[in-house]
């Protein structure tokens, strides 16, 4: 007999966390899918009651938990796909030496004009020393290369890169990029933010488009497969567009994709503006163009992150974006085209900034959410203000390991060991206990992106797998919290509050783990299986209950 419930999907475990505040999960075990969106919640009597006559029933044990789709809320799938493709992974050398040797290593099996590259490089090893390309120059062996430094802002380019990118010297971009240079002028290879990194990255040839739709259909499967139905992308390359359609030409993203194009200070205004309202809706099946991305500020690891007060070598003075006051203009114009925006902003001044700018914006716009990226130090006087703008924090627990026990790491040791700021980084509790809206992320390729090590994460504050203590264990979230935080706070930062939990009406965003996330010891959920996630009421990735056939998922 019928309730009226008809479904064309019901997924079925031992358990349900719908991620409705102030709701009795007990007894929950089943949803019930029609189309697009989600018909019901219920026990496993409930079942029969519903008109499954149609339906793929997909029972997968009393040990199986039923949230809703993970959401990595700052992330960068598609570049990411392409550009870590065939290059070294460096994020675990800890010395120059062994950076060298990966290097000459790769370079025995390249021709003489082939491209090195290695990502994930770690400041640390040139805390107290300058940072230049002469330990990698026998290494590189003439070749044209780059290594990419953790915090993403920042390359080590070989001389024969730096000469094919015609940089001979000190240029000004007009911001706090630079090339740095020795003191007789000459490049060291050490190239702070984009407009300087560009000379050189740019000049690696791109992926054939084909073999590149292949590598981003890969990793987003890669990103189901821990966990996640919905990405935000926090920027567009060119082609990334066209990648998208032509993957939805022959089938289904296995996750969906929001698009956030980033804007450049040096872009001219107004048709930067006219293009940015423009491509807003642009979108397919599973993937859309919303928002945009701002860059205010760098990183803290190359001095390029707004400061306050000056880091312990004299940097930290400026903006990224300059002059500043055209970013506040930028902000009020998007967004009285109703136009939601997302700002990078690491230091105490820039988040700030974005505060006092959204803070300001002119009360005839429409009100749309805005939100700051990373935030990774910020005085007490800015905590409450995210809940009282309604402005979301955007923010990668996983960052915070790159902190040493001893401080003696590079974000340390520039904001000053023992020093306030210091103290005050990733501050994800207080910003929740104040009332804000935390939505978290990996920032992939920058760190790892499993779904799992990142709630693992923000729960014990620890790396999977690492044997370092917690990293101020005092902001460290509870599972229930955590859980609100990568999926149901993504969708109300993109102002869809109605979505990211499981109840009628919502869209049928589902992941099953073997485990539950809110019981299971943190430190070993990342070893529970992912057995199913439902992308648009469709089941988008189907997983095995043995631990040890989980995907991996690393830079």
Sequence with gaps: MSDGIRADLVV??????????????????????????????????DVASWDCSAAEVVD?????????????????????????????????????DEVADRITTLAAQRGPDEWIRGFGLSFDMFVGEAVTNAPFRAAFGGRPGYLLLFDGHSVIASERALELAGI???????????????????????LIESDAELLVTDLYPRMPFAQRVAAVRDKLAEFAASGYTSLHQMNMEEGDLEVLRAIEEHGELPVRVRVSPLWRASEPWAETLRRMIDLQGTGGRRWCVEGVKFMLDGSIDNGSAWLFEPDTQGGGTEPYWVPSDLFTRTIHALAESGVQTATHAIG????????????????????????????????????????????????????????????????????????ERARHGWRI?????????????SDWPVDEFDARRVFAANVNRRRYGSDRPAVDPHQALSPERTLAAITRNSWIAIDRPEDGVLAPGAIADLAVFAADPLTLAPERFPEAPVLLTVVNGSIAHRGSARADDREEAHP
């Excluded at 300001?360 to 007490?380: G, M, N």
């Excluded at 509790?429 to 992320?441: K, N, P, Q, S, V």
């Design 12 to 45: 079925i475990g031992g358990r349900v966390h719908t991620g409705l505040e102030g709701r009795d999960d007990a007894d929950l075990a089943a949803v019930a899918v029609s189309g697009r969106r989600i018909v019901a919640v219920g026990s496993r009597d």
């Design 60 to 96: 997968l044990g009393e040990e199986a938990t039923i949230t809703a789709g993970f959401v990595d809320a700052h992330v960068h799938p598609l570049s990411g796909a392409e550009s870590r493709f065939q290059a070294l992974m460096l994020h675990d050398c800890q010395t120059v």
């Design 168 to 190: 001979d010297g000190a240029r000004d971009f007009g911001n706090n990029a630079s090339i740095e240079v020795y003191p007789d002028g000459t490049p060291t290879g050490y």
């Design 348 to 419: 105490d001044r820039a988040v700030e900034f974005v505060l006092d700018s959204v803070a300001s914006i002119p009360a005839r716009a429409p009100r749309v959410t805005h939100r700051v990226e990373h935030l990774e130090t910020i005085p007490d006087a800015l905590v409450p203000r995210f809940a009282e703008l309604g402005v979301v924090a955007s923010m990668q627990p996983i960052h915070a390991f790159a902190l040493r026990p001893d401080g003696c790491d590079m974000w340390t040791t520039l904001l000053g060991r023992e020093s």
């Design 429 to 441: 509790r207080d910003l929740d206990e104040a009332g804000a809206t935390i939505a978290l992320g």
